[in-house]
Each structure stands twice: as structure tokens, then as C-alpha cells.
């Protein structure tokens, strides 16, 4: 099972398309990068992927180990922040398991 999985996330404001239908997997143990220029939506993707903005379609689905704390599927309708009733202890530790 992919640890991140990003599939079909499209994001708005108004009428600029920042993201459009954009998809991809993470396997445990893989590490990726999101590169582009400046306004190319890398920080709209980001904040999408955390939970911080809600997307106008798509999915993500995010999971680390086998606590449903960090599980979690982000629909568009959602909208909540995957971190938000995190220690910072448990925040720390899955920064720190997902890069080792």
C-alpha cells in the first residue's frame, strides 16, 4: 500500500486553475520532490496534500504505519488538517519516520 497516494487533485481560486488533475504515488521508503517555477502550484499541492486548502476535486490518501491516527482520506468536502490534534512529540516522530 502507498503511503501517499495523490490521484486526480484539481484546485481553483476563482478562475486560475492552480492545480489540474494531478496525481501520484509515494511507496514507504521513496522519497520524491516537487520542482517547477515560481507559481506553478507546488505550495497550492503542498497545502492540499496537508489538509491546509480543500481541493475542487480529486483525492489524497495518506497513511504511516498502523495507527489510524495518521490515516486519514482527504475528499474535497473534508477540510480538516491532518496535524491539528498532533503532539508535537507525534509530529516530530512522523518527521522523522517518514525521512528515515
Not at 19 to 37: D, F, H, M
Not at 46 to 58: A, R, W, Y
Request: proline share 5%.
Amino acid at each position: 500500500m502507498s503511503l501517499l497516494q495523490v490521484a486526480g487533485i484539481s484546485k481553483q481560486f476563482g478562475g486560475l486553475a492552480a492545480l489540474t488533475n494531478v496525481s501520484l504515488q509515494v511507496q514507504p521508503g521513496e522519497r520524491r520532490a516537487i520542482i517547477g517555477p515560481n507559481g506553478a502550484g507546488k505550495t497550492t499541492l503542498f497545502n492540499v496534500i496537508t489538509g491546509e486548502l480543500s481541493p475542487n476535486g480529486g483525492m489524497v490518501h495518506f497513511e504511516i504505519g498502523t495507527s489510524p491516527r495518521y490515516r486519514f482520506t482527504h475528499a474535497p468536502t473534508s477540510g480538516w488538517d491532518i496535524l491539528s490534534s498532533a503532539t508535537i512529540f507525534s509530529s516530530v516522530s512522523l518527521s522523522l519516520k517518514t525521512c528515515a
